[in-house]
């Protein structure tokens, strides 16, 4: 169960990658408007906003990458401490996305859905 927990982990830290590509690096592109619904005025009123969002979601796949490997090198207490800490602040931010703006449920779940799997099957694989 700990290696599923690490594979969603793994898969919930590379969705994050994708965002920080999204929102740091392509944030006013058509596309990239198109998948957060905001128009070119939008996205260039908020470019430095996002830029900034942009860098925690990278910084959450790089700790959870970061405890990834420590379980992968025996180092589980330290390791798990880290996927817990990264993945569970990626459930956390998909629960305030889902509470605070409910017309986005669909990102939030997909924001938050592998992080959810990750902690529950980490944690449980840990308990048994």
Known sequence: M???GLIFAGVAAAL???I???ESLKWTAPRTRATFGTSQEEALATKELA???GFYNLFLAIVTAI???AIAIDEVPVG???VFAGAGSMLAAA???LVSSPDKARAAVTQ???PLIAVALLALGLAL
């Open 80 to 82: 798990a401490a880290l």
């Open 95 to 97: 629960l305030v996305l």
């Open 51 to 53: 830029f900034n969002q």
């Open 112 to 114: 938050g859905t592998t």
């Open 2 to 4: 700990v290696t599923a």
């Open 67 to 69: 405890g990834i490997v």
């Open 20 to 22: 920080f590509v999204l």
């Open 16 to 18: 994050h990658v994708y």
